[in-house]
């Protein structure tokens, strides 16, 4: 079957600080996978996705590379900020189908000056 | 931007009463999906359409949720009877077809059953 693990929260660091919030998955085939974000009274938001093995995704200094031999996803950001706290939402879509999702279970970051 | 847009964006009402939550997904988009968000459960899957047909709703309690999409513009999820554990933000979101296409999400409906 399709699932996605995602690591334990919630994560606290300083500002500026390395993150890394670990993603693996299981899917039947080649799923593609995202990463989005929830901040606080808002809706899921599109960070960034993968389509394919070896792809890396980017965006907002956030990235993640799609490493099928690990079946991860981790995402990463060199030096984080007040602003990015939030709750981050690992997922993946099976290469065939209506488009449903299979998501995380969410990481809680908060980041302190 | 384009964004799905959800109302109410909050709702109190007593217990037993009728809840409609109505969603406007992205124009073009030809799937609708409803998630339940809770702090215990996370968020699950309700029910999704495709070209406005249901094509799963294992997620949804039958006896007193229902989803429909009226036309290409408009979803709807209705709670009859409501109760207390139905107390939660509910979301919709709206996609292509194809598994490299991402959800798009609306802000959700914050919903509080007394």
């Known amino acids: 079957g399709n699932s996605v693990t995602q690591m334990e929260g919630p994560v606290t660091l300083s500002e500026e600080a390395f993150l890394t919030i670990n993603c693996t998955y299981t899917a039947t085939g080649y799923p593609s996978l995202f990463w989005y974000v929830q901040y606080p009274g808002e809706g899921l938001q599109l960070l960034l996705k993968?389509?394919?093995?070896?792809d890396k995704g980017s965006n907002k200094g956030f990235e993640a590379t799609y490493r099928k031999e690990t079946t991860s996803f981790h995402l990463e950001k060199g030096s984080v900020q007040v602003s990015d706290s939030a709750v981050y939402f690992c997922a993946l879509s099976p290469p065939v189908g209506g488009n449903q999702f299979y998501f995380g279970t969410g990481t809680s970051l908060t980041v302190i000056p | 931007d384009a964004r799905v847009t959800q109302t109410p964006r909050h709702k109190v009402t007593e217990m037993g009463q009728e809840v409609t939550m109505r969603c406007q997904p992205i124009l073009g988009h030809n799937t609708v999906f409803w998630y339940r968000q809770t702090m215990m459960q996370g968020l699950e899957l309700l029910a999704y359409f495709r070209n406005r047909a249901p094509l799963d709703d294992s997620g949804m309690p039958k006896d007193r949720f229902s989803a429909e999409m009226p036309d290409a513009t408009l979803a709807t999820l209705k709670i009859q009877p409501s109760e207390p554990r139905d107390s939660a933000v509910y979301f919709c979101?709206?996609?292509?077809?194809?598994?490299?296409?991402?959800?798009?999400f609306g802000d959700g409906t914050r919903l509080s059953i007394l």
């Open positions: 979101a709206s996609g292509l077809t194809g598994g490299n296409q991402p959800q798009h």
């Open positions: 993968a389509t394919k093995a070896d």
